[in-house]
């Protein structure tokens, strides 16, 4: 990849103004029959923005960004690109790039036609002739599938394949990049190159607004300046990586992005919580009055093993070793605390008693209930 | 392993006579469905071909009759109505049966797939009902003549075709479209939703999605389809006689006439043979075709044959 890379600035540098960008969902519902699949989703996706859309299974995220590409229809509201109401156009007028799971190459088209394929498709409307293999020639380089292009995709890998996806629906010069979990067909290795690719590509095409469907957290958390969480057709929470991973404003984000413990407090006055009679000193949150039931979220990596500023006393249930990392599960009072504790020398007796602590910085207070999937 | 010049050391006998043994009880199996061949089907043919070159009965071999029947005009005729005929019904089905498919495969509505089903059920009806019911509908006294008199008081209707060649190709071209349809549903079952999606999504409208992704994955189909029609329709009889059309005479009803109502077998054998040769040659051409299409479809590796792994 490192002549792509060389290559990539330059013909970043001397590429024409890509097409409107940005995305707006605004209260966008979309049903089959009496299903909702979609509800009263609204978000925005800033021009050159990279929002993940992350969430399980059946949440929704898909039907978003086909309501985006223009392959479902909203019951309700509205699809804007770069500040165009879009809702009643064709897939084909809405001048965006789509990369799938299953990569949906063209197999009869070597991959230079593959690439070619959207600039004919708009020949007359956008490329000449000339600048069809000039762009074909630049997104291939880009994609360092240059040597690539004489091949058909069955004579391709998984990753290569994936690569030539990304290609095809650059080419086009869209504003708006839809990426339907792109990496999900790839094993893990290949997985982490091209997380790694990607992030170059949008540091090369900074004014793409791209739009990521995943379910797989480290993606979400590694390529997107926010991440919007979506579960049961709904949007849940919104926010940097940062901010959902170590503020998460509901249990089902703080279970969902990252591993975290999730213990039911009472809140108490002053940036206290009281759990199963010990008081704990944590960082309040709004809507936890002192005497209401709230969530104490801490992830499991910030727990600490011996006495500290919050001190938990519990029995050893399991011990797993993780390489680097030796993951400790105790019950405290009748509920699971996990801890991820730098590799033991010593790993502690199934059944032993066990003292874990952590910072009141990092024991974030939810209000019981925030968030959680039946609060319709 | 055998260090050169040293003999390799002999197969133990056991072995040996265990791997001829197995050659022996293969053979013995094959010799059955070999045989039944030979006797159903092979040993009749060669009948009709030596007949063919009989010119008296146990005189020798000539190929007299051939320069006799080749004379004939109603040969010339027949011979000519039935590739012209198999060629449009051929084509007519290709295009019937692709548009179909499409719309089934490709454009949702409620009942496709009970259509598509119902397919599967056509494939087995008969092909003179077709033509009976095609009877009823553009015949003299059918529905269609019918309504019209009734809505203009005239005598009779203006639909007269069906004892044309044209009634013979629209018979045939409803009879024969499902066997077209039925390879295709198949192929464009394959076809990714995501390749369509991703194309449309490219700027491609339909009728381009339809040109440069739905036909080159359909050509092999249309191929099988279209060469199984083209035989079936070379050989078509039901049908010619069903329609009544006594003017359409093609080889199969020519092969009828000559040996049952004229009682020349001789002359049927002839035809019967032309016939033969006819659909085995178009036969071969479609497997030289399909080979070059397999040919041409089957990538060039640049050097490296085998599948790159990144």
């Known amino acids: 990849m490192s002549a792509a890379t060389t290559t990539a600035g330059t013909a970043a540098g001397g590429r024409a103004p890509a097409a409107p960008s940005g995305i707006r969902f605004d209260n966008v519902s979309v049903a089959y029959g009496e299903n909702v699949v979609l509800d009263s989703f609204d978000l925005t996706v800033e021009p050159g923005e990279v929002m993940a859309l992350l969430g399980p299974s059946g949440s929704g995220k898909t039907t978003a960004l086909r309501a985006v590409a223009g392959f479902v229809r909203p019951c309700a509201g509205r699809v804007l690109i770069g500040g165009r109401d879009v809702t009643g156009l064709p897939p084909h007028r809405r001048g965006i790039g789509m ?64 690569r030539v996806a990304i290609a095809r629906a650059l080419a086009i010069r869209p504003g708006v990049l839809l990426l339907d979990e792109p990496l999900s067909a790839l094993d893990t290795r290949l997985r982490s190159g091209m997380l790694a690719e990607l992030a170059r590509l949008h540091r090369d095409l900074p004014d793409v607004s791209v739009l990521y469907v995943t379910h797989d957290q480290v993606e979400a958390l590694t390529l997107a300046d926010r991440i919007a969480v979506m579960d049961r057709a709904r949007l849940r929470d919104c926010g940097t990586p940062q901010d959902l991973y170590r503020r998460p404003r509901t249990e089902f984000t703080a279970s969902f992005v990252g591993n975290a413990n999730l213990l039911p407090v009472t809140a108490g006055p002053d940036g206290t919580a009281d759990f199963a009679g010990t008081r704990l000193t944590v960082t309040p949150a709004e809507g936890a009055a002192p005497g209401a039931s709230a969530t104490l979220c801490v992830r499991p990596h910030l727990v600490g093993l011996g006495d500290g500023p919050n001190t938990l006393h519990g029995r050893v249930t399991e011990v797993q070793w993780r390489g680097a990392t030796h993951r400790v599960y105790a019950d405290v009072a009748g509920h699971r605390v996990m801890a991820d504790l730098r590799e033991l020398r010593t790993t502690p007796e199934h059944g032993s008693d066990i003292t874990l602590h952590f910072a009141a910085e990092d024991a974030v207070l939810l209000p019981a209930g925030a968030g959680s999937t039946d609060d319709e | 392993m055998s260090r050169p010049g040293t003999p390799a050391p002999p197969r133990p006998t056991r072995e040996r006579y265990r791997g001829e043994r197995r050659k022996v009880s293969s053979a013995l199996w094959a010799l059955p469905p070999l045989l039944a061949l030979g006797l159903v089907f092979l040993y009749p043919l060669v009948l009709v071909v030596r007949q063919s070159f009989t010119q008296d009965e146990g005189g020798p071999l000539s190929t007299a009759p051939y320069a006799q029947v080749f004379a004939e005009a109603s040969f010339t005729d027949a011979f000519g109505n039935t590739v012209l005929i198999a060629l449009g019904a051929t084509a007519g089905c290709l295009l019937l049966g692709f548009a179909l498919a499409l719309v089934i495969a490709f454009v949702p509505f409620p009942g496709s797939r009970a259509i598509g089903r119902f397919i599967d059920v056509f494939l087995a009806f008969p092909s003179f009902l077709i033509t009976l019911a095609l009877l009823f509908v553009y015949g003299t006294a059918g529905l269609a003549n019918g309504l019209w008199a009734d809505a203009t008081g005239a005598a009779g209707g203006p639909f007269d075709f069906l004892r044309t ?89 020519l092969i009828y006439t000559k040996a049952i109502l004229d009682g020349d077998y001789t002359g049927a054998c002839v035809v019967a043979v032309v016939n033969i040769a006819l659909s085995l040659a178009l036969y071969a051409l479609y497997r030289a075709v399909a080979a070059r299409a397999g040919g041409a479809r089957t990538p060039s590796t640049g050097g490296d044959g085998h599948r790159a792994r990144a």
């Open chain 1, 99 to 162: 990369v799938v799971q299953q990569y949906a190459l063209f197999p009869h088209l070597r991959v230079e036609d593959n690439v070619a394929f959207g600039l004919k498709a708009r020949r007359g409307r956008t490329a000449s002739r000339a600048e069809t293999a000039a762009r074909v020639a630049e997104a291939l380089e880009m994609t360092g599938m240059a040597a690539y292009a004489r091949r058909h995709p069955r004579e391709l890998s998984g990753g290569q394949q994936q």
């Open chain 2, 165 to 253: 060649p044209w009634g013979v190709l629209l018979a045939e071209i409803t009879y024969f479209t499902p066997f077209v349809m039925r390879p295709l549903l198949a192929a464009f079952s394959q076809v990714e939703t995501g390749q369509l999606e991703a194309a449309a999504s490219l700027g491609a409208r339909p009728a381009r999605i339809v040109r440069k992704v739905i036909w080159p994955e359909a050509l092999p189909s249309l191929a099988a389809g279209g060469a199984l029609v083209l035989v079936l329709t070379l050989n078509e009889f039901g049908i010619v006689l069903f329609t009544g059309a006594k003017d359409v005479v093609t080889l199969p009803v």
